[in-house]
């Protein structure tokens, strides 16, 4: 398996937030995560980045146990809500950022930044600044930063969450296009049912610190305690 987490425990104090947590996760596979806020969602996402230490439990990347591995050897990388951009650097520079640091030839750098901004649908904005720039470009752009160093994971953060209807709809759309081309490994983390179901090839369910991954879709909309069954429900009725 690819990506395994088993048996991941962390308590910040008295309060267990995540309880012998278990989940595997194939390569370039999607797996949506779903939960209510507070369910344990953000904390799973720092410890598979390196960013928390779990109390008990191991984090396996092929077959490697993380535990001693420091973030920024991971090769894991972890998307905000907010696309924390560098505001001195333009677009441009701003995904050529990983491959400057890199060292990699300035020829190479330029076409491969380009392909990523055309693949992103940013290719005129290029040379603006990020405050020149939609909630929904600075998005774009910080994909195109995270994807453009050939993560083996990405981490999603309800990446979203801070558009607007419309937007969020045309992101989730570019995503998926963008995980097909680049046959990204992600997990994707959200509180909207709607989005967990168009993000992810499979659905895992956070609930008091556990989590339930589902087979297939089928199995996860027929599954009383995901709610999906009261959701359909409601919109029948106002329907």
């Not at 953000?42 to 410890?47: G, N, P, S």
């Not at 990523?116 to 910080?142: F, I, N, T, W, Y």
């Not at 990405?154 to 709809?169: C, H, K, S």
Request: proline letters at 5%.
């Amino acid at each position: 398996m690819f990506l395994e987490a088993i048996d991941i425990k962390k308590a910040f104090g008295p309060e267990g937030v995540l309880r012998e947590l278990s989940f595997q996760l194939a390569e370039h596979e999607m797996l949506s995560i779903l939960g209510r806020s507070g369910s344990g969602k953000t904390t799973l996402l720092k410890i598979l980045a390196g960013l928390e230490t779990p109390d008990g439990g191991r984090v396996l990347l092929r077959g490697q146990d993380m535990g001693t591995v420091p973030p920024n050897r991971r090769n894991m990388v972890y998307l905000y809500q907010e696309p924390l951009l560098f505001p001195h650097l333009d677009v441009f520079e701003n995904v050529a950022f990983g491959l400057r640091l890199r060292k990699l030839p300035a020829a190479d750098v330029r076409k491969r930044v380009m392909e990523m901004l055309d693949s992103l649908e940013l290719p005129e904005q290029a040379r603006k600044m990020p405050h020149q720039l939609s909630g929904g470009q600075k998005q774009r752009v910080a994909f195109g930063r995270a994807l453009i160093i050939n993560p083996r994971v990405l981490l999603l953060d309800e990446p979203f969450g801070a558009l607007d209807a419309e937007t969020r709809a045309s992101m989730q759309a570019l995503l998926k296009r963008i995980a097909e081309t680049f046959a990204i490994t992600a997990l994707f983390v959200t509180h909207s049912l709607k989005e967990a179901l168009i993000m992810g090839d499979r659905i895992g369910l956070m609930q008091e610190g556990r989590l339930k991954v589902y087979g297939s879709k089928k199995d996860f909309i027929a599954d009383a305690d995901t709610g999906v069954q009261e959701e359909l429900a409601f919109w029948r009725e106002v329907g």
